[in-house]
């Protein structure tokens, strides 16, 4: 019964590879994130959808492309990956739109190591 | 410019101390929201309080308490006679049109 859940929890790959991070919510809210938190614990948000709609990219490389299937789920596709990409990612959820009291929850994290 | 400033990046202190941690935001608006979460070395991130901007009063929840200044710009964290589960990065954060954490504090709680 866990609230936001991503797969995997690690992910290891070669430079120039292309991966996906997979997010699920159970918890019905509206919009769904993603973060990238680098080394130095930096959190940056990338996206966000709201009812399937793209309503934040913050001038992330195009190599990243969030897809969502319905509103319980936000993947993240990489492609062409590299070193730099190596990072902790966040998926979160939130009950409605981005202009919002409400808090955010968190998934558990992908630990990213491109080599 | 840094929305959210927490400009102390690591604390140590003896377990049974209290520690402050200090947070500064900057914002135009006048709605806008203030959120504390903790991140313990397992990774996740934990919410731990929410603040709206048309609410000062100090809040207390247990041995945490948050002191929300509009005046400095401030929303402080207070942690009273620390353990050593209370280690962890913390993270303060401010909605308005998005979400913007702060770099956080490193605590680090010695037994």
């Known amino acids: 019964d866990t609230a936001v859940s991503q797969t995997p929890k690690y992910l290891v790959t070669q430079m120039g590879n292309d991966k996906s991070i997979k997010c699920e919510q159970n918890l019905g809210h509206d919009t769904m994130y993603w973060y990238k938190q680098d080394s130095k614990k930096f959190l940056k948000i990338m996206f966000s959808?709201?009812?399937?709609?793209?309503?934040i990219n913050e001038t992330v490389p195009n190599r990243f492309s969030p897809k969502s299937p319905d509103k319980a789920h936000l993947n993240l596709h990489i492609n062409s990956l590299e070193l730099g990409d190596s990072a902790v990612y966040f998926c979160a959820s939130s009950p409605r739109a981005v202009v919002s009291y409400n808090e955010q929850f968190f998934g558990p994290g992908t630990r990213l190591t491109v080599l | 410019a840094q929305k959210v400033t927490q400009a102390q990046t690591e604390i140590s202190v003896v377990e049974k101390e209290d520690v402050t941690l200090d947070c500064v935001y900057e914002t135009r608006d006048t709605t806008y929201y203030l959120f504390w979460y903790k991140q313990p070395p397992s990774g996740e991130l934990v919410f731990l309080i929410r603040r709206n901007s048309f609410d000062e009063q100090n809040e207390i929840s247990g041995r945490y308490s948050w002191n929300f200044q509009k005046s400095t710009s401030s929303f402080n964290f207070t942690i009273t006679a620390s353990q050593v589960v209370d280690s962890a990065v913390y993270f303060c954060?401010?909605?308005?049109?998005?979400?913007?954490f702060g770099t956080g504090t490193s605590l680090t709680v010695i037994p």
């Open positions: 954060a401010l909605s308005e049109a998005q979400f913007y």
């Open positions: 959808y709201n009812n399937k709609e793209l309503i």
